[in-house]
């Protein structure tokens, strides 16, 4: 018995649809790289920023009174060790 040799065009379709695929998958991770890097960057930013309002007396007592529950959020994020860069 003889086996059917594959068809080179097919093989060939297949191979360019395979590399487009990869390539286009490769941007998308480029792209979601590129913008978590950014989004930690401006995380990290706003933390430092919460850090100098809060430890201003009149605005920590200006927060804690009129929005505690704001206030407690904004500390958590402060104190969140892994945003110590």
Request: no cysteine.
């Amino acid at each position: 018995m003889k086996l059917k040799q594959p068809n080179k065009a097919i093989d060939e379709n297949l191979k360019r649809e395979l590399e487009a695929a990869i390539s286009q998958m490769e941007d998308s991770l480029k792209t979601a790289s590129n913008t978590f890097r950014d989004d930690v960057v401006n995380l990290v930013n706003l933390s430092r920023y919460l850090r100098v309002v809060i430890a201003k007396p009149k605005a920590k007592s200006f927060l804690n009174q009129n929005y505690p529950d704001i206030m407690a959020k904004l500390e958590k994020i402060v104190n969140d060790p892994s945003l110590d860069v």
